[in-house]
């Protein structure tokens, strides 16, 4: 071990990333996004935490690996960035009060 502690990021349902290996946090919305994810379930580098449900974010890491998130991009950011969620939303992405 190098003695190096590990900072692990929530990315949805209890799933953790590790948060020096996250390049970067997009949403799906776009074409060439779909394609990389595409491109990463067919080489097997595809990683789905969404359980599920309707994926909300990309997150890409420096070991090529692509991680599917049913968590909001903003949401994952603040997680990253240690701030607190400003949208009152709970650990799982959902709205407080919604079930």
Do not use: W, Y
């Not at 449900?53 to 240690?82: K, M, P, W, Y």
């Amino acid at each position: 071990m190098t003695g190096r502690i590990k900072v692990l990021v929530n990315v949805g349902f209890g799933n953790m990333a590790n948060k020096d290996r996250i390049i970067a946090v997009v949403s799906l919305e776009t074409s060439p996004i779909k394609r990389l994810v595409q491109d990463a379930k067919d080489g097997g580098r595809a990683i789905d935490v969404t359980c599920g449900r309707r994926t909300r974010s990309v997150i890409f890491t420096d070991s090529d690996h692509v991680i599917l998130s049913a968590i909001q991009c903003e949401t994952i950011a603040n997680r990253i960035s240690g701030e607190k969620s400003e949208q009152g939303e709970n650990s799982e992405g959902e709205k407080n009060g919604e079930s």
